[in-house]
């Protein structure tokens, strides 16, 4: 059997100029979320299948890694499915394996608790640019809050984060599964349809609202229905979208009682309040706008749901939204929540692309040292590196190489800007 080099497809070998990179973005990342009061935690890279598997993942429940029994737990001639081979999977993000920790450690924390995690997760995906089999999350969540002050402290947070890293000019978009819900059923779409009517939605911006309509019309929703329907989204530059969208929705016309209009205000209002407290505070140049084509993927999501896109890379670079009912599923308790993460890898990827240049924090020495130098002379020069390390220097010790031109450039590449040589007596 031939050894393989390369690593496993969807996989990748990160070179030291990368990791670089991400040791300082994670390094930020960490300060600037624990200076909002997130908390890191760490949870294990293999969850029970059942955890994976319990229809709240969407389509990231088809790309697991699953990892069969083991031991006497294994019965293949038993199995009648593949699954009776499965007992745990890879995890395919941080949101479930948050909530079966909070659910499993809930007398141990506070309440509301901020949560931080950063970690590798699995997802038998197709690899492109910026996306890989194997790859970084980094969630920020809060559960125990039901009230906007969450979303808010969010948004905040992740914006902050992305204008230290050098990112201005992004848009996040914002809005609210219920609204979503709401305007299809004011146009007589059944509930047992959304599911269908939200995905040919969420391809609005690669197909038109023309290509929405036909594939509306193929689905079999009738003419009537599509053009109500379609009505929400003519008008997306409108600066008062959001004020529209919600007149229209309890304008009286029959299809909405009272309560549900009272409801429906009280959505669109707590959306407002949090648009407007983000972006009377905000660090950094960014947009915030109100999309409502805005859908997730994640069935999960029960109220505002928010996406990060920026020009640099063409699509979504990090979303989020609130889950209010998924740690329920791991207890009988109510605990809202909320959460948003950044696409770690694509951050990576366009800072890399941009040539980032991680901020120099000291001097890099480089210690040369000839090939023999041994006794006393070794001694001194192991002392005079430990000394300018403690005065807060990076110190590299390395032989001389005979080509010692290359070496410096080599040296120089990776930052090392002074080179004391050291000879044998």
């Known amino acids: ?8 497809k969807g996989m990748k070998d990160i070179l030291p100029e990368e990791m670089a990179v991400r040791d300082y973005a994670i390094s930020l990342i960490k300060d600037t979320y ?3 009061g997130f908390t890191p935690i760490e949870t294990p890279a293999l969850e029970n299948i059942a955890n994976l598997t319990n229809k709240q993942g969407g389509e990231n429940e088809k790309l697991i890694f699953k990892i069969m029994k083991r031991g006497e737990k294994l019965s293949l001639d038993q199995a009648k499915t593949p699954e009776d081979l499965v007992d745990s999977g890879l995890r395919y993000d941080l949101t479930v394996p948050l909530c079966r920790y909070y659910a499993n450690n809930l007398d141990k924390l506070p309440s509301p608790f ?3 995690q950063i ?8 690899p492109q640019r910026g996306r890989f089999r194997q790859f970084t999350q980094c969630d920020i969540d809060i559960l125990g809050d039901g009230s906007c002050l969450a979303e808010i402290e969010l948004i905040s947070a992740t914006s902050t984060l992305l204008g230290k890293l050098g990112f201005k000019g992004f848009v996040i978009r914002i809005n609210d599964r219920r609204l979503l819900k709401a305007m299809a059923a004011h146009s007589g779409i059944p509930q047992e349809s959304y599911d269908k009517v939200f995905i040919i939605l969420d391809k609005l911006d690669k197909i038109g609202l023309a290509g929405v309509e036909k594939d509306l019309l193929e689905a079999g929703f009738a003419p009537e229905t599509v053009s ?3 009505e929400f989204f003519r008008d997306l530059d409108s600066t008062e979208l959001l004020e529209q969208c ?6 009286g016309d029959g299809k909405d009682d009272a309560g549900e209009n009272r409801e429906l205000s009280a959505v669109a209002e707590n959306l407002k309040q949090i648009m407007d407290c983000v972006s009377a505070t905000k660090s950094c140049d960014f947009q915030l706008v109100y999309d409502p084509t805005l859908v997730r993927g994640m069935s999960y999501y029960t109220g505002p749901i928010f996406e990060i896109t920026m020009a640099e890379f063409g699509s979504s670079v990090g979303g989020g939204g609130r889950y209010d009912h998924m740690v329920g599923s791991f207890t009988n308790l109510n605990v809202p929540a909320c959460g948003f993460s950044i696409g770690f890898e694509r951050i990576v990827t366009i800072l890399l692309e941009q040539g980032f240049q991680v901020p120099k924090t000291g001097n890099k020495v480089a210690f040369l040292v000839e090939k023999g130098l041994s006794g006393e002379a070794l001694a001194r020069m192991f002392a005079q590196a430990q000394n300018q390390r403690l005065a807060g220097a990076t110190v590299l010790v390395t032989l001389k190489n005979k080509n010692a031109r290359h070496q410096r450039e080599q040296l120089e590449q990776e930052g090392y800007t002074e080179f004391l040589q050291f000879y044998k007596q």
């Open 1 to 8: 059997m031939t050894l393989a080099k390369a690593p496993v």
């Open 34 to 36: 624990s200076r909002f």
């Open 114 to 116: 901020k949560a931080l």
């Open 119 to 126: 970690g590798s997760v699995w997802r038998a995906d197709r």
């Open 228 to 230: 109500s329907y379609l």
């Open 246 to 251: 919600s007149r229209r929705l309890i304008s």
